[in-house]
């Protein structure tokens, strides 16, 4: 983003408009050159701009930062400036919301909010289903259906339909 560009906004926007810079990965050159029209609370969840967050560490927003997929280095590094409840939500941190458990509060429900936090076992799920899916095959396949079906619908239908070639 140009000077001139950014001068134009600055005539034509409130402050809020300006601190959106922040979320704009090409406005980063901009941004390094004007530390001072930052929003540090924005800019930490940019993904984009951990340099910029690494050579200004004592401007972070840790609770932003938390959320942001990009910054588990930092956040390893600073294990006593984490959120825990941003955590929760960032699909990057499993490994250290594993490591720290204790840390994690289930009554906020943050954590259900990531996604990666769960693991399904398709084998288990695949055994506890085999009974009720032999259940509904046989039902759905008795001959007194076929015989319902092939009288309401023909009988090539019901083969086309229920019986690979």
């Not at 967050?53 to 972070?60: A, C, R, V, Y």
């Not at 600073?78 to 960032?90: F, G, H, T």
Request: with cysteine; aromatic share 10%.
């Amino acid at each position: 983003m140009n000077d001139t560009l950014y001068n134009k906004l600055t005539l034509y926007s409130s402050n809020d408009i300006l601190s959106e810079l922040s979320y704009v990965s090409s406005a980063i050159s901009f941004l390094e050159r004007n530390i001072d029209k930052i929003d540090w609370v924005i800019l930490s969840e940019n993904p984009a701009v951990i340099r910029l967050l690494e050579d200004n560490k004592d401007k972070i927003d840790w609770r932003c930062l938390s959320r942001n997929p990009a910054a588990i280095h930092l956040l390893k590094a600073n294990i006593n400036k984490i959120n825990w409840s941003s955590l929760a939500m960032n699909t990057e941190a499993i490994e250290l919301l594993e490591a720290n458990m204790d840390k994690i509060d289930l009554k906020e429900n943050y954590i259900f909010a990531n996604p990666f936090i769960f693991t399904y076992n398709y084998d288990y799920i695949k055994s506890v289903r085999q009974e009720l899916n032999k259940e509904i095959i046989s039902l759905a396949m008795h001959p007194d259906r076929i015989d319902y079906l092939s009288k309401i619908y023909g009988f090539n239908n019901i083969i086309e339909t229920f019986c690979d070639n």
